[in-house]
């Protein structure tokens, strides 16, 4: 997790705590997360959420790739395919 081992009053664990705020309105809005170098550096990531058939978050499937390889053109030409597969998957799901 991203806030493991943090005081949760420094300035670092707020600052993560924002980040995954803004993250949480990006796939709200959108359907998918774009993250770059949150996780590790240099390693850029897009996640969209499978709901169950109640609506609720369940799964989600995601794509990492280095940065280089996942300029934002190509991450904005992947979204859609992957919010596809997910929304796909999602008919299998409990």
């Known amino acids: 997790m991203m806030t493991a081992g943090l005081n949760r009053g420094s300035v670092e664990a707020r600052h993560r705590l924002k980040l995954i705020e803004d993250q949480l309105v990006q796939v709200r809005t959108t359907g998918f997360c774009l993250c770059?170098?949150?996780m590790w550096p240099g390693v850029s990531g897009i996640a969209a959420p499978i709901p169950s058939r109640a609506g609720r978050p369940y799964l989600a499937v995601a794509l990492?790739?280095?940065?280089?390889?996942?300029?934002?053109?190509?991450?904005k030409s992947l979204a859609p395919l992957l919010t596809a597969a997910a929304h796909e998957i999602s008919h299998y799901c409990v």
């Open 36 to 38: 770059r170098d949150i």
């Open 64 to 75: 990492t790739a280095v940065n280089e390889r996942l300029p934002d053109e190509r991450a």
